[in-house]
């Protein structure tokens, strides 16, 4: 989970993101947990996506932020989805030329005794799948390419 301080109203929280891609998120705000169900346009999404990688957990006031790509694997050019979290592969619900919509359940991953829903955060056909059911995956490990 990243750490970020949020304020609202004048009253800073700290609070800590899950996946961005999965739904729901789960989040922790001053040490309570919730799991939040977020409705973002399509843009706003894929920033936030790429911004909570980069915020540190410091308070944060009023910079710019400048998103790190994430490593795309070796010969790929597509687009693809990897691992939030380390974890193990518990389901594959998506198939090699499956038509994916943006939000589709892609895949399963079990982390700290919980299953994490891994969502497709933009539609595309699968070109690759990564995994296996029962695989142990790293964080930012690559499980599915689109083309």
């Known amino acids: 989970m990243k750490e970020v301080t949020i304020t609202v109203n004048n009253k ?11 739904s729901p998120v789960q989040v922790e705000v001053n040490g309570k947990s919730y799991m939040v169900e977020m409705e ?5 999404e894929a920033q936030m996506v790429q911004n909570v990688q980069a915020v540190s ?13 994430k490593p795309q694997p070796a010969g790929e050019s597509g687009k693809f989805v990897s691992a939030p979290m380390p974890g193990t592969i518990v389901l594959i619900t998506a198939k090699v030329g499956d038509n994916i919509k943006r939000g589709e359940n892609l895949l399963s991953l079990e982390a700290m005794k919980m299953k994490n829903a891994i969502r497709s955060p ?8 990564h995994v296996i059911d029962g695989q142990k995956v790293a964080y ?8």
């Open 12 to 22: 800073s929280y700290a609070v800590k993101v899950g996946d961005l891609n999965a």
């Open 40 to 44: 973002l346009p399509e843009v706003v």
């Open 57 to 69: 957990s410091a308070p944060v006031t009023k910079r710019s932020i400048t998103p790190t790509p």
């Open 122 to 129: 933009f539609d595309g056909v699968i070109k690759e799948i």
């Open 140 to 147: 930012n490990d690559v499980l599915v390419s689109f083309e």
